[in-house]
């Protein structure tokens, strides 16, 4: 979590994440708390922002599929393939954050 400076492009939320797991350490050590944090990897879900123009990865692929299926056209997705990405369903987080 900890190894190098966040993308630029998210600074402030990246930071904010390193923050509460230095807290959570923090009050451990000064107060025997044992508290911890949830800190997930890409959620989509229902309410999630579909516009091609300017939805994040999940919902964008979602609403190509659904396009591709529509219309009978092919199905494409860009890039080199070289990146990795981990994706969450929303109700699954929450289920798995009751769990815990």
């Known amino acids: 979590l900890h190894l190098g400076p966040p993308h630029p492009s998210n600074f402030g939320f990246s930071y904010a994440k390193r923050i509460i797991d230095v807290e959570n350490r923090a009050y451990r050590s000064q107060y025997g708390s044992n508290f911890t944090s949830v800190i997930p990897t890409n959620v989509y879900g229902p309410f999630d922002n579909f516009n091609l123009e300017d939805?994040?990865?999940m919902p964008g692929l979602i609403h190509k599929v659904y396009l591709a299926k529509r219309d009978n056209?092919?199905?494409?997705?860009?890039?080199?393939?070289?990146?990795?990405?981990q994706f969450?369903?929303?109700?699954?987080?929450?289920k798995l954050i009751v769990w815990a």
């Open 55 to 57: 939805s994040h990865v």
């Open 73 to 85: 056209t092919p199905f494409t997705v860009w890039g080199t393939g070289a990146a990795r990405r």
């Open 88 to 94: 969450i369903y929303s109700y699954d987080l929450a």
